[in-house]
């Protein structure tokens, strides 16, 4: 089993920023794909952003490419996100996702392990 717990969430103005942070531990290999999904009220949960744990390679979703960056910290174990210029539509309660797999996908049913979720809140 694979724990995730994500933290860093909290309200903002628009044009501000926020880094969200996920901690996972139990049962965890380098070969981890993880990503970032978001859900606001009222819509289904979406795809934000994806890495490869290995060799680092990231995937974003076209409505906030260019303004979040996914990263992590091996040391640490840790992933990351970093959300830069947030609009208010991004909006969401935001979930650390895992698999037990390398690739990186973007469907919810790909991931075999979530975090509990933490709220973000951007005001116009």
């Known amino acids: 089993q694979v724990q995730l717990v994500e933290s860093g969430g909290g309200l903002v103005q628009a044009g501000g920023s926020l880094r969200l942070s996920c901690a996972r531990s139990g049962r965890t290999f380098s070969s981890n794909a993880m990503a970032w999904f978001r859900q606001a009220p009222g819509k289904e949960r979406e795809f934000v952003a994806g890495?490869?744990?290995?060799?680092?390679?990231?995937y974003y979703a076209d409505s906030v490419k260019g303004r979040f960056t996914i990263s992590r910290d091996n040391a640490k174990n840790t992933l990351y996100l970093q959300m830069n210029s947030l609009k208010p539509e991004d909006t969401a309660v935001y979930y650390c996702?895992?698999?037990?797999?390398?690739?990186?996908?973007?469907?919810?049913?790909?991931?075999?392990?979530w975090g509990q979720g933490t709220q973000v809140t951007v005001s116009s």
């Open positions: 890495i490869n744990w290995i060799g680092g390679s990231t």
């Open positions: 996702a895992a698999r037990n797999s390398m690739v990186v996908v973007t469907t919810t049913a790909g991931y075999d392990y």
